[in-house]
């Protein structure tokens, strides 16, 4: 009876050893044929637009808003009182230095001036008659036919008529002068503005708002303002030769005029912190207007042979700037670079990129070191056309 257990036993183990070892081949047979079966699983590659980075020069550009100002401003007022007689001028109108622009009444100027002549001539001959009649006392004096106290008489006298004739030129100077008033001329050449006063009225020397306003237009100047950190820079260009400025129109679009900074004020703005200059302009198409406003731009300087990137490939990060750059393999390699400076939309690369590199320029951000890039082309693989001002 024990054998027969015995006998149990080991059909039982057996089976159990036969089980096993067919599970084992089993799981074998899945591992082996079941991997080999399913395809292997790829990282695939991240699409991004790339280009060539354009060796060229960069110019560095300033801006500001400013506002056209005329170099002269004159307010015309009148010197004499009286009545407007007539106005020589049409509003709008371009004039000369010396042009005539209003008459007022010369009659009672006139008036004064005769006075005064006949003043003058009736002292200048009574200032002869008394030299004359010192001459001869003088002479009789000297021979004892008149006392001396007739001389001192008539010296006085002549003394007296002598002030007498200058007070008389004096008044006759004023008089002509008063009449020349009554003709008003432009002191400066330049566009007459609107009319204040119409003929016939009564004007007075005391009137705020004066004949008319006539305004320098060429050349003409811009006052513009830049913040005080760049003022060190400004000063040091500016120290090798007048700096160019374009004046636009305010939004930027369209351009107006070129010129040259003249001035940089003597003192920062504290409420803004801005720095102002002026800038001159030829103006001779009056292409600026006084009181506009325009976007002015400072020609800084100009880097020369500079490596240049969109503004839009450089990233930033712990360790600073840096771009992806199109590694041989088409892997994306990050490549830190150091950048100058960014003028419409282009960056310049100082250091750590070459002109004959690739820049991945869009699709960066879903980048990274190592992973495999699906190239598109940019439109045109030369980045950046010229920068304008």
């Known amino acids: 009876m024990n054998r027969a257990f015995s006998n149990i036993r080991k059909r039982r183990v057996a089976i159990a050893v036969i089980g096993f070892l067919l599970g084992a081949a089993f799981l074998a047979f899945w591992l082996t044929q079941g991997r080999t079966s399913q395809p292997a699983v790829s990282t695939p590659a991240v699409p991004a637009t790339v280009g060539t980075p354009t060796l060229r020069d960069l110019p560095i550009w300033l801006y500001g808003i400013g506002t056209v100002q005329p170099l002269n401003v004159v307010n015309i007022k009148v010197r004499v009182d009286g009545a407007l007689l007539r106005v020589n001028f049409v509003e709008g109108q371009e004039v000369k230095p010396g042009d005539v622009l209003a008459q007022i009444d010369p009659r009672p100027f006139q008036a004064q001036l005769k006075q005064a002549q006949a003043n003058l001539r009736k002292d200048q001959a009574q200032l002869a008659n008394s030299q004359l009649e010192l001459t001869r006392y003088t002479s009789l004096a000297e021979l004892g036919a008149a006392p001396s106290q007739n001389v001192d008489t008539w010296k006085a006298e002549v003394s007296s008529l002598t002030a007498a004739v200058l ?15 009554t003709t008003v001329t432009s002191p400066i050449a330049g566009r007459v503005g609107l009319r204040q006063v119409d003929p016939g009225s009564i004007v007075h020397t005391t009137d705020a708002n004066g004949l ?19 003022i060190g820079e400004i000063l040091a260009q500016q120290a090798l030769g007048k700096l160019p400025v374009a004046a636009y129109t305010r939004d930027g679009t369209r351009h ?17 912190g801005q720095i102002r ?29 500079a490596v240049v990137v969109p503004a839009q490939a450089v990233m930033t990060g712990a360790n600073g700037t840096y771009l992806y750059v199109l590694a041989p393999d088409g892997t994306a390699e990050s490549r830190p670079v150091k950048v100058g400076p960014t003028v419409e939309g282009l960056a310049a690369i100082l250091s750590g990129l070459t002109p004959a590199e ?32």
Do not use: Y
């Open 358 to 389: 690739t820049v991945v320029l869009e699709g960066q951000a879903r980048l990274s070191p190592g992973a495999k890039v699906e190239v598109r082309r940019a439109s045109s693989e030369a980045i950046g056309a010229q920068a304008t001002p």
């Open 167 to 181: 007070a008389d030129q004096a008044m006759v100077d004023t008089a002509a002068l008063q009449l020349e008033f």
């Open 212 to 230: 008319v306003t006539i305004a320098q237009m060429h050349p003409i100047a811009v006052i513009f303002s830049l913040p005080q950190d760049e």
């Open 256 to 272: 107006l005029a070129d010129g040259k900074l003249e001035v940089v004020d003597n003192q920062v703005d504290q409420s803004s």
């Open 277 to 305: 200059l002026k800038a001159s302009f030829a103006n001779n198409d009056r292409a600026l207007w006084p009181g506009e406003f325009v976007s002015a731009r400072l020609l800084l300087r100009t880097e020369r042979n």
